[in-house]
């Protein structure tokens, strides 16, 4: 493909089964130092995506080749040009970004954002790990009444939202688990039964999902 019509590429969801063996590991005391590295550096390639993926469609687009930033109007004929040669449309990189489970308010964007910036520099297992636990178990929220709405797992973890749901619910746990993973779980329970209340067991596709701010029960 010719560099100065290149398409933006988005890290991809991760796969449920690395996640899986991680806590597993865990419950077991086992600390796999490149196990954790793979989960956390994969989280935070998709965490980085996200955020940029956002950030262009609130007006400032990120050139794929050069990463410059190209502020826009969202208008999808316009052009976004960049000052190393590379030039598309607002349509043609707006379509690389829909339905990939790529959108998010400010509180994920934070979320993200402190994830992308404190695992690099995190060196202990422990500190991995709680890092890693934070940003799988949180949620989007409805700002109105400040209920959660969706767990942001769904933009982090292949699936629909409710095999991600059933996936975060049956985590490994026990005695040997480093032992602050139980207050998120606590909290990921509590949270999780508004979401509960209106995922349908049959739901279908994740593009289908209610948006934050319709179909919420409140
Ligand atoms: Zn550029």
Request: aromatic share 10%.
């Amino acid at each position: 493909m010719n560099e100065n019509h290149r398409v933006p590429q988005w890290a991809p969801r991760l796969p449920k089964k690395i996640i899986h063996q991680l806590y597993l590991n865990d419950a077991l005391g086992i600390h796999d130092e490149g196990l954790i590295d793979d989960v956390g550096y994969r989280l935070l390639m998709r965490c980085r995506s996200f955020i940029i993926a956002n950030k262009a469609v609130r007006g400032k687009a990120t050139c794929p080749v050069c990463s410059s930033i190209i502020p826009h109007h969202k208008r999808k004929d316009e052009f976004l040009v960049c000052n190393c040669g590379w030039k598309l449309s607002w349509g043609e990189y707006f379509a690389t970004i829909q339905h990939k489970q790529l959108s998010g308010a400010e509180p994920v964007i934070m979320l993200f954002m402190k994830f992308v910036k404190q695992f690099p520099v995190s060196r202990s297992y422990k500190n991995k790990i709680l890092l890693i636990d934070e940003v799988i178990h949180g949620f989007h929220w409805y700002a109105k009444n400040n209920t959660p709405t969706r767990p942001v797992a769904i933009n982090l973890i292949e699936g629909r939202l409710k095999d991600v749901i059933d996936f975060l619910d049956a985590l490994s746990y026990s005695t040997k688990s480093v032992s602050e993973l139980s207050q998120t779980k606590r909290v990921w329970d509590e949270n999780v039964k508004y979401v509960r209340s209106w995922v349908p067991n049959d739901q279908q596709s994740n593009d289908k999902q209610p948006r934050d701010k319709k179909n919420v029960k409140e």
